[in-house]
């Protein structure tokens, strides 16, 4: 019993020391990806095609807003004189207006959402890609992304800032 005890104990203080000698042993870096983003030329090109789409859909909405503003005061100027049958469907023209103004700011913005995910995912997937070969080429076992709310507190002194090479890897200056 005695020297199954003993041999339980040697086991758990060779796990204890194996698991703090390795730990020791990991390389822990940081990137402030948004900083690094800003710097990349095809962030620009993106933001560009964007901006298009986005001036596109903002025309579209304003228009739509100027035809029903024109009903809304077509309506008001003769809502006394008009009977009560056109008066309803004067009002029904509106509230249904106002409803496909509503469908296509909602619709608008999805479109606007997913016109942004696919304008950054190659970018994206370029920076990772970027972080990555700096990562394996170094032998960091971590990088964290301080821009990531998830991440409270990092050791400065003991993580190394791998911007500066991700920046390199990119051919940035």
Not at 11 to 39: D, P, R, W
Not at 40 to 46: H, L, V
Not at 100 to 128: C, G, S, Y
Request: aromatic share 8%; net charge positive; glycine share 2%.
């Amino acid at each position: 019993m005695k020297k199954l005890l003993l041999t339980l104990v040697a086991c758990l203080m060779f796990i204890l020391v194996s698991g703090t000698y390795s730990f020791a042993q990991q390389k822990i870096g940081h990137i402030n990806s948004q900083e690094i983003l800003q710097l990349m030329p095809e962030r620009d090109s993106a933001a560009k095609v964007y901006e298009k789409f986005d001036a596109e859909i903002k025309k579209n909405y304003e228009s739509m807003n100027v035809v029903y503003n024109n009903l809304l005061e077509t309506y008001t100027k003769q809502k006394d004189s008009l009977s009560s049958f056109i008066r309803s469907a004067k009002e029904a023209e509106l509230v249904d207006m106002q409803g496909k103004i509503q469908n296509f700011a909602t619709v608008a913005q999805q479109e606007l959402d997913k016109k942004q995910n696919e304008l950054m995912a190659p970018i994206l997937d370029k920076l990772k890609k970027a972080i990555k070969a700096v990562a394996e080429a170094n032998k960091f076992t971590y990088i964290w992304d301080t821009t990531v709310s998830g991440l409270l507190y990092f050791p400065e002194d003991e993580s190394l800032n791998v911007l500066p090479l991700v920046k390199a890897k990119l051919g940035l200056k």
